[in-house]
């Protein structure tokens, strides 16, 4: 995302681009996985709780890479929240729960900060326009944005992101242990598809879908205004 606000050569916006990051990493990407640990304490695991992860303290949930990553290109990971499925009463049913609570976060707060935008954007064409409310406008729209590309990357099926946790339970165990002995090697393939701008495309896409299904919702309250 940097990068490409950066290209842009608008200051301004690449600014505020850089500032919803960083929002975006110490502010909502420690409820993603505070999601993950909520639900799986309450559907009666505490391993999360005992490892500390029932908290929205960003030190306790940050992966710098994966951070670094969403700065940089606007999608990324923290550090996965470790379960125990023994504990659940229905196992593979729980953990598909426990796994898409995160993604599900991050869309409801996308929402949540689309309508902010939206809120700002009727102000500004009600004659109360300012740096400010322009300001807070780009600044609501890329961190709606960044946690739309997390909702979507992270709900890929690949170790250690949220879908494979999904793929856990709709693949046979034997195929899905054999799947998990390439997580290192799958892993570093995915970094070299980013680098690379590989991965891009089939992301953008999916994220303007999501994009734009979120933004109808959010603009409903302001379509008068707007």
């Known amino acids: 995302m940097l990068l490409n606000l950066l290209r842009s050569g608008d200051r301004l916006t690449a600014i505020i681009g850089v500032f919803s990051g960083v929002f975006v990493v110490f502010c909502t990407l420690p409820i993603h996985e505070y999601a993950h640990a909520f639900v799986a304490t309450k559907l009666g695991d505490n391993t999360p709780r005992l490892q500390g992860r029932l908290t929205i303290n960003p030190l306790a949930h940050i ?45 409801i707060m996308a929402t949540v900060f689309m309508a902010l935008r939206y809120a700002f954007a009727a102000a500004a064409n009600s004659g109360h326009s300012s740096t400010l409310i322009t300001v807070c406008v780009y600044f609501f729209y890329y961190a709606a944005f960044i946690n739309v590309g997390l909702a979507v990357f992270n709900i890929l099926p690949i170790p250690p992101l949220d879908g494979s946790r999904v793929i856990s339970i709709l693949l046979p165990k034997k195929y899905y242990f054999k799947f998990m002995q390439y997580e290192r090697y799958i892993i570093i393939a995915i970094f070299a598809l980013i680098f690379f701008g590989i991965l891009d495309r089939p992301l953008a896409f999916l994220s303007g879908l999501v994009m734009q299904g979120i933004s109808f919702v959010a603009s409903l309250p302001f379509r008068a205004f707007i």
């Open 63 to 107: 992966d710098w890479l994966g951070a670094l990553m969403i700065l940089i290109v606007g999608f990324g990971y923290a550090k996965p929240v470790q379960v125990t499925m023994r504990n659940f009463k229905h196992p593979k049913r729980d953990m598909m729960l426990t796994a898409i609570a995160g993604p599900l976060s991050n869309l």
